[in-house]
C-alpha cells in the first residue's frame, strides 16, 4: 500500500511540474512559408527549385494548402524549360512533438513557360495530382523549419512526372 501511494504521488508531481510542450496542436492557425532545393523530371535533369506555400489548420491533425513551385531545368548548356506550378490540398499532421511529420495530397496546374522538349513527357500546359511528404521542426511557437519531398504527376501524358526536395522555413500566427 505505502509503495503504491509513492508511486502515485511521484506520478502526480511529475506530471504538475512537467513543461509546456512548443508544438501543441496547431489549428486554426496560418503558415506562410519558402523553400530551396532541386528538382527532377521524366527526361529532364536534376535542376534548382524554389517553393512558397501558405497553409491554415483545419483542425489540429489537417491543414488546407497551397503551394507555388518554380523549376529552372537545365538541359546541357541550355536554361530550357522553366516550369511552374500552383497545387491545392489537404495535409495531415502530427504534431505531438517539436518534430512534426506530415503527408498531403494536391491537385493543380503545371506550366512550362518556355516549350518543353520535344522527346520530353510534358506538354506545355497540364493539370497535375501531387503528393507531398514532409518532417518539420518547431523552434518555437512561430517558427519551423524542414524538409519536403514532393511528387507531381502531369496528367495529360504518361511518365510526366516532377520530384521536388526542398528545405524550407516557416513562420505561424493567429492561435
Known amino acids: ?11 502526480l508531481g511529475l506530471g504538475l511540474s512537467a513543461r509546456p510542450r512548443v508544438a501543441e496542436a496547431f489549428e486554426r492557425e496560418w503558415h506562410l512559408g519558402a523553400g530551396a532545393g532541386v528538382s527532377n523530371g521524366n527526361g529532364l535533369a536534376l535542376s534548382p527549385a524554389l517553393g512558397a506555400y501558405a497553409a491554415y489548420g483545419l483542425s489540429d491533425v489537417f491543414d488546407a494548402r497551397v503551394e507555388l513551385t518554380a523549376r529552372g531545368y537545365q538541359l546541357g548548356s541550355q536554361r530550357n524549360p522553366n516550369a511552374l506550378s500552383a497545387l491545392v490540398g489537404v495535409a495531415y499532421k502530427l504534431d505531438v512533438l517539436r518534430w512534426v511529420p506530415w503527408a498531403g495530397v494536391y491537385a493543380g496546374y503545371l506550366v512550362f513557360l518556355d516549350a518543353p522538349p520535344a522527346k520530353s513527357a510534358f506538354k506545355r500546359n497540364d493539370l497535375a495530382l501531387g503528393l507531398g511528404l514532409g518532417l518539420d521542426y518547431a523552434f518555437t511557437r512561430k517558427l519551423g523549419a524542414g524538409v519536403t519531398l ?3 504527376n502531369a496528367l495529360g501524358r504518361s511518365n510526366a512526372s516532377t520530384f521536388d526536395a526542398l528545405l524550407r522555413a516557416e513562420y505561424r500566427w493567429g492561435w
Open 1 to 11: 500500500m505505502r509503495r503504491a501511494a509513492l508511486v502515485l504521488g511521484l506520478g
Open 150 to 152: 514532393h511528387f507531381d
